[in-house]
């Protein structure tokens, strides 16, 4: 995988997002087991034409630093930061929990607000059972697990709004597993990363559907989103709105991974069918 700077980042910057370790079949890490299996394999085959600018790695640069400052000053007696590995199958499952401590195991993310408010991401809860599993096979049994989040775009200006955070973090708890259960899971994400599918799932790119908004004229705020237009045109006979001072707006569906957050793209069939931009025609023939 090679980095680029195409803004011209300090070269510190630079060198701290730069990946060196290179993907191999039969090792797999947890984020990658709970991930897409086709972004995967792409990867695998491709890492050495993989490109990735060190703009797009700033966020992750910043959660690995919180990181290490909470390594460095967890409590005495906790595990930490340690790496763990199981054996199934062919495959070894690879992790580093963040913390364990007396039966409650915690990770941290750096996120947005809106990760709380619209509900935590069910990747979560699939990585800390992962990671449950990890610790029950060392005969240390969780009974609980927790994220706690630093929310880094958080507004004081909006803290007394109704369902806001007062305060840039949030401790939340998260659904554990039955052994069974986990285990389950973890043979059937192997079975999926053995055979992957030519396509990722729309969990998986992130897709968001078509839908048509109801706007008041020269507003950029929607009254309304339906995702039939039919539903929008029941909505203005139900308020017996105007048509004469609404607009309707198509918002047009996409995979927002693939397009904006995919480093392999352009070696996936579905995204060079449906997203990739159309070479110019050399023109110099009939010139």
């Known amino acids: 995988m090679k980095t680029t700077n ?30 897409s299996p086709l972004i995967r394999q792409l990867r ?33 007696g906790t595990v930490v930061e340690h790496k763990m590995q199981i054996r199934k199958d062919d495959y070894t499952i690879v992790g580093i929990p963040d913390l364990y401590d007396n039966g409650i195991l915690s990770d941290w993310k750096i996120t947005s607000v809106w990760s709380f408010i619209l509900g935590a991401k069910p990747e979560w809860e699939r990585q800390l059972n992962v990671y ?43 659904k554990l597993w039955s052994p069974t259960e986990t285990f389950e ?25 078509r839908t048509w908004a109801l706007k008041y004229k020269g507003k950029k705020k929607a009254i309304k989103v339906e995702k039939s237009l039919d539903a929008i045109h029941q909505y203005i006979d139900d308020k017996k709105l105007s048509l004469t001072n609404t607009t309707i707006e198509e ?18 069939p579905y995204w060079n069918e449906k997203y990739k931009t159309a070479e110019p025609e050399n023109d110099a023939e009939n010139t």
Request: charged share 30%; hydrophobic share 40%; proline share 5%.
């Open 6 to 35: 195409k803004y011209d980042l300090p070269a510190s910057i630079v060198n701290a997002v730069t990946r060196s370790s290179v993907k191999t079949e039969n090792r797999i890490s947890v984020t990658d087991l709970i991930g």
């Open 44 to 76: 695998i085959k491709h890492w050495d034409e993989i490109e990735v600018d060190a703009s797009d790695m700033l966020w992750a640069l910043l959660g690995t630093a919180v990181h290490s400052a909470l390594q460095k000053n967890a409590p005495s």
């Open 132 to 174: 449950a599993y990890f610790f029950l096979m060392k005969g240390l049994p969780v009974r609980k697990l927790e994220i706690n989040a630093i929310l880094r775009d958080h507004q004081i200006s909006k803290r007394f709004d109704k369902d806001y955070p007062p305060i840039p973090f949030v401790k939340s708890d998260v």
């Open 185 to 209: 899971y973890i043979l059937n994400r192997l079975d999926l990363h053995k055979k992957p599918a030519d396509i990722c799932t729309e969990e998986e790119r992130w897709t968001r559907e």
């Open 251 to 268: 918002r047009p569906g996409i995979d927002a991974r693939c397009v904006g957050y995919c480093d392999v793209n352009k070696f996936c």
